[in-house]
Nanobody
Framework: VQLQASGGGLVQPGGSLRLSCAASESIFSIVAMGWYRQAPGKQRELVAAITSGGTTNYVDSVKGRFTISRDNAKNTVALQMSSLKPEDTAVYYC?????????WGQGTQVTVSS
């Protein structure tokens, strides 16, 4: 599975961005998809994930601000980010899990700064 991420950029605190991740094939059989992020000097952390059944999971720091969604017909997963904070600044990576294998997209930079 090849994943193509898009939608990063520079935004002011309190602003919004929408990340999108497009898969090269049907995601119908993919167990979970989501987003990790990695800030400079920090470990990569799971931000949000969504299963094939639509169950979502978020890291505490983004709950209520980020929403992950999945469109099986378009083979995409999206991350709507609102009320962005400087600490959300990171490279965001989409991933897909099929069986025990993780597939990764290229990172997309999100910078929250005034």
């Amino acid at each position: 599975v090849q994943l193509q991420a898009s939608g990063g950029g520079l935004v002011q605190p309190g602003g919004s961005l929408r990340l999108s991740c497009a898969a090269s094939e049907s995601i119908f059989s993919i167990v979970a998809m989501g987003w990790y992020r990695q800030a400079p000097g920090k470990q990569r952390e799971l931000v949000a994930a969504i299963t094939s059944g639509g169950t979502t999971n978020y890291v505490d720091s983004v709950k209520g601000r980020f929403t992950i969604s999945r469109d099986n017909a378009k083979n995409t997963v999206a991350l709507q980010m609102s009320s962005l904070k400087p600490e959300d600044t990171a490279v965001y990576y989409c991933y897909a899990q099929r069986n025990a294998v993780l597939y990764w997209g290229q990172g997309t930079q999100v910078t929250v700064s005034s």
